[in-house]
């Protein structure tokens, strides 16, 4: 199925016609993909820790650094090469988004079933206990858990839909004005309705807190657009957006709730 034709099949616009090139027609990474690249995303917040200051009970660099070797190809050349840096010499981008890492892999991991709840969309993840206990032994993804199977596309799916609408919301700025607010407000209570998120009294997302999305604080606001773009960017991989995981873009529109494709829901 190529990526986001279950969003197409729900709307009345038909989908485009095929063509040879279509850079979408992908196929969806394999389980054992999905176990490397949690454990990559693992070991890069684990590392993190070293960057930051807080290392304490962390595996060695050294350690994070030949497990995330021997997880090549999933790993790339310049996440291994990451890896083998002294500490403090990482990049400050790299320590930022290793830093975040741990909410992609908590996607991963409930794509893996390792979790059967998510949190609310504006809620960080925690790693699993299943996760904090066996990624002590450093493994490799044939080895571990080799029963594990994905959710389906369209469970994976779903969840894309929701964390692209929020994402979609949170780039057109924390205060909207005028005719843009009215649209954006349009198309938050046709996501509403299809059960993604609830809103405020409003009309912007409602949050964890019980506030409006456009109430927060500017802090508050980035904290969530990233927990939001990170979760997205794991979903995205997840359902064949593309092949490899670092070329996933997060800058997706939110086309099933256009007019033209909401037409007769």
């Not at 969806?28 to 690249?37: F, G, I, L, Y």
């Not at 890069?44 to 994070?64: D, N, V, Y």
């Not at 790339?76 to 990482?90: F, K, N, S, V």
């Amino acid at each position: 199925m190529k990526w986001r034709d279950l969003f197409r099949k729900k709307s009345k616009t038909p989908p485009p016609p095929a063509e040879e090139d279509d850079d979408f027609d992908l196929v969806p990474p394999s389980v054992d993909r999905v176990k490397a690249r949690l454990m990559v995303q693992c070991a890069a917040w684990l590392r993190s820790g070293w960057e930051l200051g807080i290392s304490e009970e962390l595996p060695t660099p050294l350690q994070l650094c030949a497990w995330v070797t021997r997880l090549s190809p999933e790993a790339t050349d310049q996440e291994i090469d990451l890896h083998a840096l002294p500490i403090g010499e990482w990049p400050e981008r790299a320590v930022r988004d290793a830093s975040w890492a741990q909410q992609s892999g908590g996607m991963l991991e409930w794509a893996l079933y390792l979790r059967e709840d998510l949190p609310a969309w504006d809620q960080r993840f925690h790693w699993t206990e299943v996760v904090v206990r066996d990624f002590q032994t450093f493994p490799t993804p044939d080895s571990w858990q080799p029963f594990l199977t994905l959710r389906s596309h369209e469970e994976m799916e779903r969840e894309a839909m929701v964390l692209e609408t929020c994402s979609w919301r949170m780039r057109t700025g924390q205060t909207l004005l005028g005719n843009e607010k009215a649209y954006a407000h349009k198309l938050l209570g046709r996501s509403a309705q299809l059960g993604h998120v609830p809103l405020a009294p409003d009309g912007d997302f409602l949050c964890s807190d019980g506030r409006s999305l456009a109430d927060q604080s500017p802090e508050e606001f980035a904290l969530i657009r990233s927990i939001a773009r990170e979760k997205l960017q794991a979903l995205n991989w997840l359902t064949g957006q593309d092949e490899e995981y670092h070329s996933v873009t997060c800058d997706t529109i939110v086309g099933w709730l256009w007019d033209g494709a909401w037409e007769g829901k």
